[in-house]
């Protein structure tokens, strides 16, 4: 049985490290939310260059706005997303830019006691993303395999779903649309959103020179 058990980590270790140095160079080709998606799905990977730093600018404002200075993990962020938990209130994670590129490229989405499985696995592939890539590949990556929409993943597809146009050419105003819809994007309207969405998109757009002004995305631009 330790035999066996060796083999396995062994093997574990190297499919997950040569899988990682792969796609340090390679584009994601398919994600297991892709195949399990049972709207079927819709991509366009697109190099960074090529989206317009409103969008990046955007994500950083909404999902993590210390993605150039941590190592892959936000222990604030964590430690009040658990105070909220515990306390009732609803539920919040507190996942970085990087935990959920590991987890959307390499993992699954699950629930229940299969999601703290994946809370392990995520933490070796974070660690891993963070070592062996960039910050600049860790965006790139990100606003590929994201959800954007119901059967659409990564921001490209979204935008010529959303406008008809490039991920190129996005305002202020759409990308911070797109990316107040990120964290649920089959219950979050891009287009003519309402409510709640319609709010956080608002203030997204308005955060999008902060992120600039205080160089919070400077790690991606320099």
């Not at 409103?54 to 150039?68: L, Q, R, W, Y």
Request: overall charge positive; hydrophobic content about 45%; charged content about 25%.
């Amino acid at each position: 049985m330790l035999r066996l058990l060796t083999k396995v980590v062994v093997w574990f270790l190297a499919i997950s490290i040569g899988m990682t140095l792969v796609y340090r160079f390679v584009p994601v080709p398919i994600t297991i939310t892709m195949i399990a998606d049972e709207h079927g799905f819709t991509k366009d990977w697109t190099s960074l260059s090529r989206i317009d730093r409103n969008m990046v600018s955007a994500v950083i404002a909404a999902e993590d706005g210390k993605f150039c200075t941590h190592n892959g993990f936000d222990q604030e962020a964590i430690e009040q997303a658990a105070l909220r938990n515990a306390q009732g209130k609803r539920m919040r994670g507190g996942s970085t830019i990087s935990q959920q590129t590991a987890k959307n490229v390499f993992l699954w989405q699950g629930s229940g006691w299969d999601r703290w499985a994946r809370k392990g696995l995520e933490v070796w592939f974070t660690f891993l993303i963070e070592t062996l890539w960039d910050k600049r590949r860790i965006m790139e990556v990100y606003l590929n395999v994201a959800e954007t929409g119901i059967g659409t993943y990564g921001v490209e597809a979204g935008a010529q779903r959303y406008f008809n146009k490039s991920a190129a050419r996005l305002t202020r105003a759409e990308a911070a649309r797109m990316a107040a819809a990120l964290p649920s994007p089959k219950k979050r309207g891009v287009n003519n959103p309402r409510g709640f969405t319609r709010l956080y998109g608002n203030t997204i757009a308005a955060r999008i020179g902060s992120v600039r002004r205080d160089g919070l995305d400077a790690c991606l631009y320099q």
